[in-house]
């Protein structure tokens, strides 16, 4: 029996600051804007680059966090499903659909701070330094980096994981 597979991810940027709402059954949910850019060289030799603009929600625990962290520029890495919602259009233009990301896990990068502006000193903030990085071997300082990480960002209350 073949099984299915839907999983998405993306790293990009945030087009706009998220906008966190509660539905009428007290759920929370958040939508936002991200833009993924992709550069190549066309076959003349010149720098090509074009920008993709993706749909994308959150919802319950998740959906506060996005909210409470991220802002428009911010920079994140999301996972999870592609779902598309159809509807009837209300000027009766026919049917309308949106595909859109829907996020099952989600990394904020940058740096402390970083979702909050997503700028290259916060990205810079987050490197050693030459000096740093000559003390001791790359390979140790990048998992030390990456241990830091998940015990500063595990030691905040209000993310479940």
Do not use: C
Not at 118 to 134: F, K, L, V
């Amino acid at each position: 029996m073949a099984k299915d597979l839907n999983k998405v991810m993306i790293i990009g940027n945030l087009t706009r600051d998220p906008e966190l709402k509660t539905t009428p059954s007290g759920q929370q949910v958040v939508a936002l804007g991200v833009a993924t850019n992709r550069s190549w060289k066309g076959a003349d030799g010149q720098a090509q680059e074009a920008v993709e603009f993706h749909n994308v929600e959150a919802w319950g625990k998740l959906a506060e966090i996005i909210a409470q962290y991220l802002t428009k520029g911010g920079r994140a890495y999301f996972e999870g499903r592609l779902q598309t919602d159809q509807w009837e259009a209300k000027d009766g233009g026919g049917k309308r659909s949106r595909t859109k990301l829907v996020v099952q896990d989600m990394i904020l990068l940058g740096g402390r701070g970083g979702g909050a502006g997503g700028g290259a000193a916060d990205q810079s903030q987050s490197q050693p330094s030459e000096a740093e990085a000559s003390q001791e071997p790359a390979s140790e300082s990048k998992a030390d980096a990456k241990k830091a990480d998940k015990a500063e960002d595990a030691s905040l209350d209000d993310i479940p994981f």
